[in-house]
């Protein structure tokens, strides 16, 4: 079992930007998909980005393209995701997540980090 700690997260204003960190432990993170999701409150988690085990697939959410991006270090077993030009509705708690699925989804996910909150103030 991976396990995964996100760290990164913080009190932003709107248009600004934050990278988050998923480190992992246990197993080695190239043999695994990684996906970044995020729950506001009220509303269900969702997918916003994910990577392949390679790095050479990536899947954004259409609410984060040109925003976003993922991006793994397979050497230090980390995954982060950019976020640039943030916006208020970005709000939430973000986790990562490993799967053995591309794309991953909720349903295929074995592994979740703890999430770091992330806030965007307008």
């Known amino acids: 079992q991976v396990q995964l700690v996100e760290s990164g997260g913080g009190l932003v204003q709107a248009g600004g930007s934050l990278r988050l960190s998923c480190a992992a432990s246990?197993?080695?993170?190239?043999?695994?998909?990684v996906g970044w999701f995020r729950q506001a409150p009220g509303k269900e988690r969702e997918l916003v980005a994910a990577?392949?085990?390679?790095?050479?697939?990536?899947h954004y959410a259409d609410s984060v393209k040109g925003r976003f991006t993922i991006s793994r270090d397979n050497a230090k077993n980390t995954v982060y995701l950019q976020m640039n030009t943030l916006k208020p509705e970005d709000t939430a708690v973000y986790y990562c997540a490993a799967s053995s699925v591309w794309v991953p989804s909720r349903a295929t996910i074995h592994s979740w980090g703890q999430g770091t909150q992330v806030t965007v103030s307008s």
């Open positions: 990577s392949s085990g390679s790095g050479r697939l990536t």
């Open positions: 246990g197993r080695t993170l190239s043999g695994y998909a």
